[in-house]
């Protein structure tokens, strides 16, 4: 941002407002920055980052060029997953000294799939204030792209990098009815789509969210069947951080789900598993995977 920019920005009205709103010492300051395009900054979290003693943030060096670019040079206190613990103490000491401190993370809101959550816990747990600054999120930027019709959505993150445990964990969501969202790498994206369409309903919707608000940003929305064609059909489709949405199941008919149940029950006295869940689909036009699931745990029950 040039300094013409800069300037305009700090003479526009809404500037002269924030001037006169409080802001607290003894606060630790919660700040969202932006996942890509660094112009999604909001003109709070600027003013609030032009206020504050110092900036816990996850690396230094991004957190430097983001501040140096809109003309901003408040210290920096290295932040990560490896040292939130010992980092909280040195941030409670100063905010118990009248500072105040804000908290980023590299991309997006912190604490979120990123580091922040424990310091934001130990502010809170020593009576101090937090307060957050809302902004950009990688998550809730792909939802509203995605076309997926849903009141709710669960928030997955990242999967496991191994595959059984990728594959245990999944299989845990196959009920969830909310659209699901998942962090991926690049590294990781074509193991993840085809964990997705090993373990779920290969009818069902995936948005494929990548470089989000970046130069190369591309959004795609397929069945879960044609998810690794599409992957591999280009190889820059495999770079990039992506957010992945994953439709979520049916809504359950309970009327139905509790005689699909009365007759699983009683197949599963003279029959196997596999096979009473088998039958069960056939008479009740349920999903067999599922009744097959709910087959397990009833046997279990027996």
């Known amino acids: 941002m040039t300094a013409q920019a800069t300037s305009s920005i700090a003479n526009l009205p ?51 060029q983001l501040m140096t670019r809109f003309g901003l040079h408040q210290p920096l206190i290295a932040a990560h997953q490896h040292n939130e613990r010992e980092v909280a103490e040195t941030l409670i ?36 204030r937090v307060l957050p600054l809302p902004g950009a999120s990688a998550a809730v930027t792909a939802l509203s792209a995605s076309g997926l019709v849903n009141d709710q959505f669960y928030f997955v993150g990242f ?40 373990v779920f309903e290969r009818e069902r919707q995936v948005v494929f969210a990548r470089e989000l608000t970046k130069m190369f940003e591309e959004i795609h929305r397929c069945p879960l069947s044609e998810a690794v064609a599409w992957l591999k059909a280009d190889g820059h489709r495999e770079k990039g951080e992506f957010v992945v949405l994953l439709e979520g199941a049916p809504a359950a008919d309970e009327e139905n789900d509790a005689e699909a149940e009365r007759i699983l029950k009683i197949l599963l006295v003279e029959c196997p598993v596999k096979q009473a869940a088998n039958l069960a689909a056939q008479i009740t036009g349920r999903k067999k995977n599922a009744l097959y699931e709910r087959a397990l745990q009833l046997k279990e029950a027996m």
Request: with cysteine; proline share 5%.
């Open 93 to 128: 000491a100063r905010l118990q000294a009248g500072e105040r401190i804000a908290l980023v993370s590299d991309a997006g809101t912190p604490a979120v799939s990123d580091p922040g959550a424990r310091i934001v816990d130990a502010v809170r747990a020593a009576g101090l």
């Open 159 to 198: 999967l496991p990098a191994k595959a059984k445990q990728r594959e245990n964990f999944l299989t845990t969501l196959r009920a969830v009815t909310a659209t699901m969202v998942f962090y991926e790498a690049p590294h990781r994206i074509l193991d993840c789509a085809s964990a997705l369409a090993a």
């Open 14 to 64: 809404v500037m002269g407002e924030m001037a006169h709103q409080s802001y607290p010492s003894a606060t630790l300051y919660v700040v969202a920055t932006p996942i890509g395009n660094v112009t999604d900054i909001s003109l709070r979290a600027l003013h609030v980052l032009s206020l504050v003693n110092a900036v816990a943030c996850e690396d230094t060096r991004n957190t430097a």
